[in-house]
Structure formats: structure tokens, C-alpha cells
């Protein structure tokens, strides 16, 4: 039976698929799912591949400007916005922090995702805080926005990803009376990276947005 969550625009169903890649064996890297549903048209699930310390070392990721990542750092701890796993003893007694970034494919959200990486190694290298880092998009449908070129760039910077497509637009443009399709696909946006979150584990969402983004509302 679909699962419920609370305050939830739609109703998230749970799945269980693979399919064979070249040669016959099971492709779990990347799953197409077509959910046969209006509001979950379509999921890409792109996941995180086992390198060695070689490899990893040559995925295109980006050292943040200083200021921009001293900023951010501050935010962090000034808040306690990461909560981190407590290991003692090899025996893990709290999980650490799951964080989605929610990219649009725009300069902010792009700038958190590279932001909060670079912080992750500072943390491991120093073993301090630790916790994972994934990212998300939700594809609204509308024909100025195209950000599928996210899934490849996140499967080439080797993180779980969760690309979300959700006709928005065409639902907005169906409501009488609609006073602003602007606030009614960010409502519905935010309703679906919550559930996916919440349906794939996560429990953190991280948005690049600023107080210029606060005041435009």
C-alpha cells in the first residue's frame, strides 16, 4: 500500500525495480522509473560508485573561494546545522546527518553542493564531524527550465542523486483563479524533495538560498 506522509501535496509510492544493462547483468547505477502516475511522472536514481583514493581524486570538484566557504562554516557551527555520528569504540551509537542538496542548476545551488564537499573532506581528513552528502533536483516541467543536464553532472561527481520530474506547471495552469504559479510550484516543489527525502532515507535538505531570495518573496 502507498505510503502516507504528513502535510504532503501527493502521495509518494514505494517501488522496488532493476533492469539489465549491456551484456545482461542487473544496472543499479541508474534507474529510469516510471512511476504510471500524474503527479510521480518520472525518477532517475543515480548512485555512488566505490573508487579508490586515485580515482577519487580526479572527479571534477571545486575548491570554494575562501570568504564564501568561512561564511558557510560559520553558519554551520554558529547554528549546529550538521549533526554528526557518534562513534566510540568502532560501535556507532548516533547516525550522522544525511544531506540532500536541492540543485536547481543555478549558481547558488551549485555553489552550496561544491561548499558543503569540500567541507566533508575537511572533516574526514581531520575526523571530526561526519556525515553523507547527496543531491536532488525536482523538474517542474516548465519549457524555460531544463535541468536534466544535472543528472550526468552529478553521476560524474560520483554522489547519490534523485532526479524528481512532476508536471507543476501543467497542474498550476489547470487551477482557476491561481494567484500566483510562482508560489504554487515552490509549495509543491518543496512537498515533493520533502517526500523523496523522506522515501529514500534522507533526512536533511540543504537549499542554496540568501536573504536577497527572502526579500524578492
Known amino acids: 500500500m502507498p505510503v502516507k506522509y504528513p502535510k504532503a501535496p501527493f502521495e509518494p509510492r514505494r517501488y522496488l525495480e532493476t533492469f539489465e544493462g549491456k551484456n545482461g547483468e542487473v544496472e543499479t547505477e541508474i534507474k529510469f522509473l516510471s512511476l504510471g502516475s500524474d503527479d510521480w511522472d518520472r525518477r532517475v536514481i543515480v548512485r555512488r560508485r566505490e573508487l579508490v583514493p586515485e580515482e577519487e581524486a580526479k572527479l571534477p570538484w571545486h575548491k570554494p573561494p575562501l570568504e564564501m566557504y568561512r561564511r558557510v562554516t560559520e553558519a554551520i557551527h554558529g547554528l549546529d546545522m550538521i ?5 566510540i569504540y568502532g560501535v556507532n551509537f ?5 544531506i540532500l542538496v536541492c540543485l536547481s542548476g543555478g549558481k547558488d545551488s551549485l555553489s552550496l553542493l561544491h561548499i558543503l564537499h569540500f567541507y ?4 574526514r581528513r581531520n575526523k571530526s564531524t561526519n556525515f553523507e552528502l547527496g543531491a536532488i533536483t525536482v523538474d517542474p516541467g516548465s519549457s524555460a527550465y531544463n535541468p536534466r543536464p544535472m543528472i550526468e553532472y552529478c553521476r560524474s561527481l560520483n554522489i547519490d542523486y534523485f ?17 500566483s504559479i510562482c508560489a504554487y510550484c515552490s509549495r509543491m516543489k518543496r512537498g515533493r524533495l520533502a517526500a523523496a527525502a523522506h522515501l529514500h532515507g534522507w533526512n536533511v535538505l540543504a537549499m542554496g538560498q540568501h536573504l536577497d531570495d527572502i526579500v524578492e518573496r
Not at 532526479?163 to 494567484?179: F, M, P, S, T, V
Open 83 to 87: 549533526k554528526a555520528s557518534d562513534i
Open 94 to 98: 548516533q547516525e550522522g546527518d544525511k
Open 120 to 123: 566533508q573532506m575537511r572533516c
Open 163 to 179: 532526479y524528481e520530474e512532476q508536471d507543476i506547471i501543467g497542474h498550476a495552469r489547470k487551477i482557476e483563479n491561481l494567484r
